[in-house]
């Protein structure tokens, strides 16, 4: 016999018990897990995209607020307030590079994707795509699309065949090698067509403005401030202020999980009440045998910290099967929900430190009936009928 | 004297305060000699129990003292207290004795835990103790699927977990029939032809008939009258 072996049979001896506090810190910690993986999943996409954008500035349509910097990070829609003039007039200061974008939508198949009108020649150079498959635009304005290779991939489209965009047959020309950002997901077409296809005539959604000199970003947005009545945001303020977004919806997710893992601290201090009440007599007789209170204080907090150690290792495997399945439907938008390439991040040492947090919440949970049971005198434990 | 293993010196015992103060003992002498058999007899409620847990360290007097092989146990803390009861003393009680959701062996195994036996030896050193009582092929039987006797037998090979020299006991044939009694007396016999020490709280004639030493508590006090024939 071990203290550990005693523990263990007085945790089953009352099986349904024992499996319905379990449970209770299953869900806590499971929920915990979940939302922590789905935190961490939102947020290095988001680092992802931005990187992806490859842009330090970037020239939104007045009065943008931080759910268009979203937008931007994710590809969904967006108004399309920039004029040409504007465009041009960007493109006009020297030091910097300025490439506009029309971000639209459509569908393939009845299922919603992303399409970017893009200038040809010097998006490519941006973002420095290469081609997987096929031919890019042979011109600034040549009709034709160029995809992203996991969209490609979905939809089984090579070059040669051809998609379906506001009533008119497009040819897809090429396929881009993965990027791992969105991208991957998106419909590209020249910037002039997707304005003629979707009646923009002459408008963008946003411009992306690279620096030649980083120390300078400052300078340039206020010398765009100065030639056309925009917003300008760098890319770090476009990533914070998303980032403090999504860390509002984490902290707010955490926080429920945490009322329900202080309702399943209560489950076990509700379960341990009632088995020193049932084992008082036992208590008694371990003291007539020897056992200190020190020992019988330790092997009632063991026998809460089983509790906290089984149910965080189960609430991190459910949690963490939970976030791979919840993962696609929460943090990406609608048009790339359904497509692979959703990456849940679940870090080891997060559920290492969950079992750890699971075990010492069961612990403390457990210091209150260990001290009841340790401060029993012996003869009234042996007297009690 | 040397050959006394537990001296009693004025031990006081009362409960409560004020007009509601119990005297549950009023000032007991006594001396244990080693080896013997002596039975405590008296009425309910007269205070053989509480001397009982007096001389085993469960419960503190309000005054007084005791004396186990020359040291006074109650100056000893908590934790060297409980050493003591591990390692000189067995506990058998009337009623539930044994932690119910272990077997036999592991009851045993448990005392043997307490007083630092290592877990490789606690096996074999269970299985001989079962035999002492004649309970070897019962080893893996859980408390309820034991008769009375044979649970107060397992009781008694657990109070001798530890080889202590003296055993306490509480009534242990309290609730058997005469044939379970006649089980553990024998045991119990055999134990002090053995040189253990056995102090026997009883409410039984009999029983009182066979010890070599009779303390009768009354009113919290020991009279002294080894002839005496209990009227209950």
């Known amino acids: 016999m071990t203290p550990s072996k005693l523990v263990f049979k007085n945790l089953v001896r009352r099986r349904g018990r024992f499996i319905f506090t379990l449970l209770g810190i299953m869900i806590g910690m499971g929920s915990f897990v979940t939302f922590m993986a789905l935190g961490g999943s939102l947020k290095s996409q988001i680092e992802r995209e931005s990187a992806a954008l490859g842009a330090n500035l970037v020239v939104t349509p007045k009065g943008s607020c931080a759910y268009e910097q979203v937008s931007i990070l994710t590809g969904e829609q967006l108004p399309t307030t920039i004029t040409g003039d504007e465009v041009a007039s960007i493109s006009s200061i020297e030091g910097m590079t300025a490439i506009p974008y029309l971000a639209e939508r459509s569908a393939i198949d009845n299922r919603p994707v992303s399409v970017m009108g893009v200038l040809p020649e010097e998006t490519i150079k941006f973002k420095n795509w290469k081609l997987d498959q096929g031919g890019y635009f042979p011109a600034d304005d040549s009709e034709g699309a160029v995809l992203g290779s996991i969209l490609a991939e979905q939809f089984g489209l090579l070059p040669g065949a051809e998609i379906r965009i506001r009533g008119s047959q497009i040819k897809v020309l090429g396929v881009l090698e993965e990027t791992g950002g969105k991208d991957d997901l998106t419909v590209f077409l020249s910037l002039p067509q997707a304005q003629r296809l979707y009646d923009q005539e002459g408008l963008v959604s946003y411009v992306a403005v690279r620096v030649d000199r980083l120390d300078e970003v400052e300078l340039y947005a206020n010398k765009i401030k100065e030639k056309v009545s925009l917003g300008v945001v760098s890319d770090k303020q476009m990533r914070s202020s998303v980032l403090s977004i999504v860390g509002t919806v984490n902290i707010t997710l955490q926080l429920i999980a945490a009322v329900a893992i202080l309702a399943a601290a209560f489950g076990i201090v509700n379960t341990m009440m009632t088995a020193t009440y049932e084992r008082k007599r036992e208590i008694g007789i371990l003291q007539a045998m020897g056992a200190t209170r020190t020992g019988v204080f330790r092997l009632f907090l063991l026998e809460s910290g089983v509790y906290g150690l089984i149910g965080g290792i189960g609430g991190a495997a459910l949690g963490g099967v939970a976030a791979v399945f919840a993962t696609p439907y929460i943090s990406q938008n609608a048009a790339t929900s359904f497509v692979k390439g959703a990456q849940v991040s679940i870090d080891p040492l997060m559920l290492l430190g969950a079992i750890l947090f699971s075990t010492l919440v069961a612990m403390i949970a457990g210091l209150y009936p260990a001290i009841k049971a340790s401060k029993l005198s012996p003869v009234e434990a042996i007297s009690y009928e | ?232």
Do not use: W
């Open chain 2, 1 to 232: 004297m040397s050959d006394s293993v537990i001296t009693v010196n004025n031990l006081v015992k009362e409960y409560g305060s004020g007009a509601a103060m119990v005297k549950a003992l009023r000032g007991v002498d006594l001396e244990i000699a080693r080896g013997s058999f002596t039975c405590i007899v008296g009425p309910s409620g007269h205070g053989k129990s509480t001397l009982m847990h007096m001389l085993g360290g469960l419960d503190h007097p309000t005054s007084g003292s005791v004396t186990i092989d020359g040291q006074e146990i109650f100056q000893l803390g908590n934790k060297d207290l409980a050493r003591l009861r591990a390692q000189k003393i067995g506990f058998v009680f009337q009623f539930f004795n044994l932690l119910q959701s272990l077997t036999a062996t592991e009851n045993i195994e448990t005392a043997l835990m307490l007083a630092g036996v290592p877990e490789e030896q606690q096996k074999k050193r269970a299985k001989e103790l079962l035999q002492i009582v004649g309970l070897e092929e019962k080893a893996n039987a859980k408390p309820r699927q034991l008769s009375g006797g044979q649970q107060q037998r397992v009781a008694i090979a657990r109070a001798l977990a530890n080889d202590p020299p003296i055993l306490l006991m509480d009534e242990p044939t309290g609730n058997l029939d005469s044939e379970a009694e006649a089980e553990v007396m024998s045991v119990l016999e055999a134990l002090n032809r053995q040189g253990k020490t056995i102090i026997f709280v009883t409410h039984s004639n009999e029983i009182a008939a066979r010890a070599e030493h009779l303390i009768l508590v009354r009113d919290g006090q020991v009279d002294f009258t080894p002839s005496l024939k209990i009227a209950s």
